[in-house]
């Protein structure tokens, strides 16, 4: 168990510059997720930190040795792969005790610790069969198991859900979740996906374009991303995104787009002061939209018309235009509304996000 | 669903199949039948009474008895495999070394080296047998055979890296650095993990070497001289022809049993021979 510490890290290919200045902090027995759209750089950093990539510039610690030099073996850390990379001519036994078998363990401590581990994951009968013989979501587990019988400082997860079919990856992250809590090692998890960043994760780091974009718990991301990227790429559905000026007088702000006329509220008000006369971009999650009832002000209603309806049950995907712009709600699986149907819809006055059109940051 | 109508099948699978094998195996056949014919049917006028080209009347084991006892076809036989082995071996190794290397180091100038390998692989031994035999000249290897062992790589060393190489590149890079992670030096993984993962591509690749030296007839011919010294290519041709007599019986006794080995080596592997070829595990 240790603490993971990324200086300054920087990774360049011959033409691309895949990670860019990262910095971060991870500490002892956390659960830390980086999550980003493919190609951000992820994988690299994850692989710069196991030691299977040059680093091109920065320093990597791992508890309190800078591990830059170190061959991979040497970093007591262990890695999951999206395919699982079994060795195919061994059994699970033997692919579960190549860690210890290399690190010369005494042979019943070897029986034990593969024991245990296949336990732990309930995968005790496949031990004699070869990768071949199992199903992907067995694979995993073996996967699994073989990083965790070495005891290691910290745990890399590279996508390792990505090649199961939905159900399966369910139940395997609320595993992982559950194995983690009774291990309590440091665990670097990368996936593209954002709900398994946010069930996971202690802390995500979004990253984009080899950037760290926001480093945060999960509903911290979630109620203040700090800028566009971030506020778009994590909840599903995406937030609604509306360019508008600022106009009025200090005392009553208002968010003038084509087709939408919105108050705004004295929250924000002292930060878009200085933006009055400009155009900026708002955003608004779809569950703080709903249809308008006689409870809400003047100010944070508009009309709309809808465009398609999307049940799913325990709740209505409506997607709606107001003027030019398309938006989507949020709403109780009770309203019975057509394609074409004029709607009034309302705004959360709390939960309004801007953003700067030039910079994309949080105002 | 496609109904298949059954002449169908026999037009476009059986009969094509059937006249293939059949145009395969014939000259084995002829091998096997003029190997066995005693020399009075051997020699008979195409318009003797009872003359049958196609099947051997009285079947005789003289010629192989007089190529044994006759000719020094039994060293023929132990110095082609003797040199077939050892070439194999050697070029198995640094073909592995190297196709290893072309296929998961990052160096410079590795792309060029991996294309310069296997253009050395396509200058035709009628060529470089002229320069090879100046170097063999000054080593003083001549009629020896290590003039062969050390000539055969040449051509062999570059096909066994281009297979390699290919095998290599389709096995996962995640299972040798899993391996790394889990506490193997580079050295390590592809020795525990790489070489067992990769035994059908190292077995396709010596099956081919060892049957491109076991056939090899012009540095055969070039470098060595003397009767006893000769591969089995080359011995049964330059001493079972003398002027413009051919001992057709010897002849074909000795390219049959010249055969053997290489179609046992064959058949035993075939199965691991065509996955070799044609694609790998899964990881
Ligand atoms: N071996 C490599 N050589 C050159 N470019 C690479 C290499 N590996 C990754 N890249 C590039 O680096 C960037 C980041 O890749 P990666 O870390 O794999 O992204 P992801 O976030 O999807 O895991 C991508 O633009 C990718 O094309
Ligand atoms: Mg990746």
Same mark, same amino acid.
């Given at each position: 168990m240790a603490q993971v510490l990324l200086k300054d890290l920087n990774k360049k290919y011959d033409e691309?510059?895949?990670v860019k200045d990262v910095n971060l902090h991870i500490r002892d027995k956390e659960f830390i997720v980086l999550v980003g759209p493919s190609g951000c750089g992820k994988s690299t950093t994850l692989r710069m930190v196991a030691g299977l990539e040059e680093i091109t510039a920065g320093e990597i610690a791992i508890g309190d040795r800078v591990v830059n030099d170190l061959p991979p073996k040497d970093r007591d850390i262990a890695m999951v792969f999206q395919n699982y990379a079994l060795y195919p001519h061994m059994?699970?036994?033997?692919?579960?005790? $190549?860690?210890? +078998?290399?690190? +010369? $363990?005494?042979?019943? %401590?070897?029986q034990k610790r593969v024991q245990d581990a296949a336990e732990i994951l309930g995968i005790q009968d496949l031990l004699k069969r070869k990768p071949r013989q199992l199903s992907g979501g067995q694979r995993q587990r073996v996967a699994v198991g073989r990083a965790i019988v070495r005891h290691p400082q910290v745990f890399l997860f !590279? %996508?390792?859900?990505?090649?199961?079919?939905?159900? #399966?990856?369910?139940?395997?992250?609320? /595993? #992982?979740?559950?194995?983690?809590?009774?291990? @309590?090692t440091t665990a670097i998890y990368v996936t593209h996906d954002q709900v398994e960043a946010m069930t996971l994760g202690d802390r995500v780091v979004v990253m984009k374009d080899g950037w760290i974009q926001q480093v945060g718990e999960p509903l911290e991301l979630y109620t203040k991303p700090s800028n566009r990227f971030v506020a778009g790429f994590i909840g599903s559905p995406a937030m609604n995104f509306v360019d508008v000026g600022i106009q009025g007088s200090d005392s009553s702000l208002t968010a003038q787009g084509t087709g939408i006329r919105l108050a705004i509220p004295p929250v924000n008000a002292s930060q878009l002061g200085p933006y009055k006369g400009q155009r900026v971009t708002l955003g608004i999650r779809p569950e703080d939209l709903h249809i308008a009832a006689g409870g809400d002000q003047a100010g944070y209603v508009f009309d709309a018309v809808v465009d398609v309806v999307e049940p799913l049950g325990s709740e209505i995907l409506l997607d709606v235009k107001a003027g030019p712009n398309s938006l989507v709600a949020r709403v109780e699986p009770t309203v019975r509304l057509k394609v074409h149907d004029g709607v009034r819809?309302?705004?959360?006055?709390?939960r309004l996000h801007f953003f700067d059109m030039t910079s994309e940051k949080a105002i | 669903m496609v109904i298949e109508r059954p002449w169908k099948r026999w037009v476009y699978f059986y009969i094509p199949l059937t006249l293939f094998v059949i145009g395969t195996l014939f000259p084995f056949y002829w091998m096997l039948i003029t190997a066995i014919r005693p020399d009075a049917e051997l020699y008979r006028s195409w318009r003797a009474v009872n003359n049958a080209p196609f099947w051997t009347l009285h079947p005789?084991? @003289?010629?192989?008895? !007089? &190529? $044994? %006892?006759?000719?020094?076809?039994?060293?023929? &036989?132990?110095?082609?495999f003797f040199i077939a082995v050892i070439s194999t071996g050697i070029s198995l190794f640094c073909g592995l070394l190297a196709g290893y290397a072309l296929a998961r180091l990052k160096f410079p100038m590795a792309g060029a080296l991996g294309t310069s390998i296997f253009v050395t692989y396509l200058v035709p031994p009628t060529l470089l047998f002229i320069p090879l035999a100046d170097i063999i000249r000054n080593f003083q290897l001549g009629n020896t055979p290590w003039a062969l062992i050390l000539t055969y790589p040449t051509f062999l060393i570059p096909f066994c890296t281009w297979l390699l190489m290919g095998y290599f590149k389709t096995i996962p890079k995640e299972l040798e650095e899993c391996a790394r992670i889990d506490g193997a030096t580079r050295f390590g993984a592809m020795v525990r993990i790489i070489f067992p993962i990769a035994v059908p591509g190292i077995l396709s690749a010596g099956i081919f070497a060892f049957t491109l030296s076991w056939n090899e007839f012009i540095y055969a011919l070039v470098f060595l001289s003397s009767p006893e010294r000769k591969t089995v290519p080359v011995g *049964? *041709?330059? /001493?079972?022809?003398r002027g413009d007599i051919y001992f057709w019986g010897q002849l074909m006794a000795g390219a049959l049993l010249g055969s053997i080995p290489v179609a046992l080596v064959y058949s035993f592997f075939v199965e691991y021979y065509v996955t070799g070829l044609t694609g790998s595990v899964k990881g």
């Amino acid at each position: 168990m240790a603490q993971v510490l990324l200086k300054d890290l920087n990774k360049k290919y011959d033409e691309v510059h895949a990670v860019k200045d990262v910095n971060l902090h991870i500490r002892d027995k956390e659960f830390i997720v980086l999550v980003g759209p493919s190609g951000c750089g992820k994988s690299t950093t994850l692989r710069m930190v196991a030691g299977l990539e040059e680093i091109t510039a920065g320093e990597i610690a791992i508890g309190d040795r800078v591990v830059n030099d170190l061959p991979p073996k040497d970093r007591d850390i262990a890695m999951v792969f999206q395919n699982y990379a079994l060795y195919p001519h061994m059994t699970v036994y033997d692919n579960m005790a $190549f860690g210890l +078998k290399m690190r +010369k $363990f005494p042979k019943a %401590e070897i029986q034990k610790r593969v024991q245990d581990a296949a336990e732990i994951l309930g995968i005790q009968d496949l031990l004699k069969r070869k990768p071949r013989q199992l199903s992907g979501g067995q694979r995993q587990r073996v996967a699994v198991g073989r990083a965790i019988v070495r005891h290691p400082q910290v745990f890399l997860f !590279d %996508e390792p859900l990505s090649n199961l079919d939905a159900k #399966l990856r369910v139940q395997m992250r609320v /595993e #992982l979740k559950r194995l983690h809590d009774r291990l @309590e090692t440091t665990a670097i998890y990368v996936t593209h996906d954002q709900v398994e960043a946010m069930t996971l994760g202690d802390r995500v780091v979004v990253m984009k374009d080899g950037w760290i974009q926001q480093v945060g718990e999960p509903l911290e991301l979630y109620t203040k991303p700090s800028n566009r990227f971030v506020a778009g790429f994590i909840g599903s559905p995406a937030m609604n995104f509306v360019d508008v000026g600022i106009q009025g007088s200090d005392s009553s702000l208002t968010a003038q787009g084509t087709g939408i006329r919105l108050a705004i509220p004295p929250v924000n008000a002292s930060q878009l002061g200085p933006y009055k006369g400009q155009r900026v971009t708002l955003g608004i999650r779809p569950e703080d939209l709903h249809i308008a009832a006689g409870g809400d002000q003047a100010g944070y209603v508009f009309d709309a018309v809808v465009d398609v309806v999307e049940p799913l049950g325990s709740e209505i995907l409506l997607d709606v235009k107001a003027g030019p712009n398309s938006l989507v709600a949020r709403v109780e699986p009770t309203v019975r509304l057509k394609v074409h149907d004029g709607v009034r819809l309302a705004v959360n006055p709390d939960r309004l996000h801007f953003f700067d059109m030039t910079s994309e940051k949080a105002i | 669903m496609v109904i298949e109508r059954p002449w169908k099948r026999w037009v476009y699978f059986y009969i094509p199949l059937t006249l293939f094998v059949i145009g395969t195996l014939f000259p084995f056949y002829w091998m096997l039948i003029t190997a066995i014919r005693p020399d009075a049917e051997l020699y008979r006028s195409w318009r003797a009474v009872n003359n049958a080209p196609f099947w051997t009347l009285h079947p005789t084991l @003289e010629h192989f008895r !007089d &190529l $044994f %006892e006759k000719t020094t076809f039994p060293h023929w &036989l132990w110095n082609t495999f003797f040199i077939a082995v050892i070439s194999t071996g050697i070029s198995l190794f640094c073909g592995l070394l190297a196709g290893y290397a072309l296929a998961r180091l990052k160096f410079p100038m590795a792309g060029a080296l991996g294309t310069s390998i296997f253009v050395t692989y396509l200058v035709p031994p009628t060529l470089l047998f002229i320069p090879l035999a100046d170097i063999i000249r000054n080593f003083q290897l001549g009629n020896t055979p290590w003039a062969l062992i050390l000539t055969y790589p040449t051509f062999l060393i570059p096909f066994c890296t281009w297979l390699l190489m290919g095998y290599f590149k389709t096995i996962p890079k995640e299972l040798e650095e899993c391996a790394r992670i889990d506490g193997a030096t580079r050295f390590g993984a592809m020795v525990r993990i790489i070489f067992p993962i990769a035994v059908p591509g190292i077995l396709s690749a010596g099956i081919f070497a060892f049957t491109l030296s076991w056939n090899e007839f012009i540095y055969a011919l070039v470098f060595l001289s003397s009767p006893e010294r000769k591969t089995v290519p080359v011995g *049964v *041709v330059s /001493e079972m022809i003398r002027g413009d007599i051919y001992f057709w019986g010897q002849l074909m006794a000795g390219a049959l049993l010249g055969s053997i080995p290489v179609a046992l080596v064959y058949s035993f592997f075939v199965e691991y021979y065509v996955t070799g070829l044609t694609g790998s595990v899964k990881g």
